[in-house]
Structures are given as structure tokens and as C-alpha cells.
């Protein structure tokens, strides 16, 4: 990992907003407005992030070298000169996972003291 880049684990717990938009992010780049509508149906319309606190969460997550704003569109056939278009690094990559198991982890707690059923 490159010295500059913080671990994984002190960059926790992630804000939702920007959970999400890591995950928007893990299986291909994207611009803003596919963030939203790619978080909004993952969570069939119950969290719907507005254009404020995307573009906040993406400003924060860019200084921490968690995303890249790309140079070029992904879909060169379909190019917008208005549209911004985002990429998950690998140290962005890296923290999304270890979010994903402190949330695992949070989640098998609540099922051992009985809390929620140990099947969902």
C-alpha cells in the first residue's frame, strides 16, 4: 500500500452516502446522476441521495484518494461533455470491503443476542 494512503480500517465507519456510492462504483464507473439512480434502485427508492450530498460525499472521497474522476467517458459512444464520470481506486476498493465486513460483523451480533432472527 502507498504511504500516503491511510488504512483501510481508519477511514471507518463510512457515512451511508458514501457507502453507497462505493458500491454505485465497484462494478463499473459512472457519472453522477447513474450513482443516484443506481443506489436508489439497490435500495428499491428507500435511500434516494441528493445532488448536494453526492457531489459533497465525492469531493470528501476524492481527497482521500477513495475515487478518481476520470479524464474520459467510459462509453465513448455515448459522451456528454457535462457529465463527470467517477472510478473506484483500489485503496477506494480496499476501504468499501472492509466496510462491508464491519457491517457483516454488526449484523452477526445483532443475530447471536437474539435481536433480529438468525434468518432473513
Given at each position: 500500500?502507498?504511504?500516503?494512503?491511510?488504512?483501510p480500517?481508519?477511514?471507518?465507519?463510512?457515512?451511508?452516502?458514501?457507502?453507497?456510492?462505493?458500491?454505485?462504483?465497484?462494478?463499473?464507473?459512472?457519472?453522477?446522476?447513474?450513482?443516484?439512480?443506481?443506489?436508489?434502485?439497490?435500495?428499491?427508492?428507500?435511500?434516494?441521495?441528493?445532488?448536494?450530498?453526492?457531489?459533497?460525499?465525492?469531493?470528501?472521497?476524492?481527497?482521500?484518494?477513495?475515487?478518481?474522476e476520470l479524464?474520459?467517458?467510459?462509453?465513448?459512444?455515448?459522451?456528454?461533455?457535462?457529465?463527470?464520470?467517477?472510478?473506484?481506486?483500489?485503496?477506494?476498493?480496499?476501504?468499501?470491503?472492509?466496510?462491508?465486513?464491519?457491517?457483516?460483523?454488526?449484523?452477526?451480533?445483532?443475530?447471536?443476542?437474539?435481536?433480529?432472527?438468525?434468518?432473513?
Amino acid at each position: 500500500m502507498m504511504a500516503d494512503l491511510p488504512e483501510p480500517e481508519s477511514l471507518l465507519p463510512l457515512s451511508p452516502a458514501a457507502f453507497h456510492i462505493l458500491v454505485a462504483l465497484a462494478d463499473r464507473d459512472r457519472h453522477g446522476y447513474s450513482i443516484l439512480q443506481d443506489v436508489a434502485a439497490r435500495t428499491d427508492g428507500k435511500v434516494v441521495l441528493s445532488a448536494a450530498t453526492l457531489y459533497s460525499s465525492i469531493r470528501r472521497m476524492l481527497e482521500q484518494g477513495l475515487v478518481t474522476e476520470l479524464r474520459e467517458s467510459p462509453d465513448p459512444g455515448n459522451h456528454d461533455e457535462r457529465r463527470r464520470y467517477y472510478g473506484l481506486t483500489d485503496h477506494g476498493r480496499r476501504v468499501a470491503m472492509a466496510e462491508a465486513r464491519r457491517l457483516t460483523a454488526m449484523l452477526a451480533q445483532a443475530r447471536e443476542t437474539g435481536l433480529i432472527p438468525k434468518k432473513l
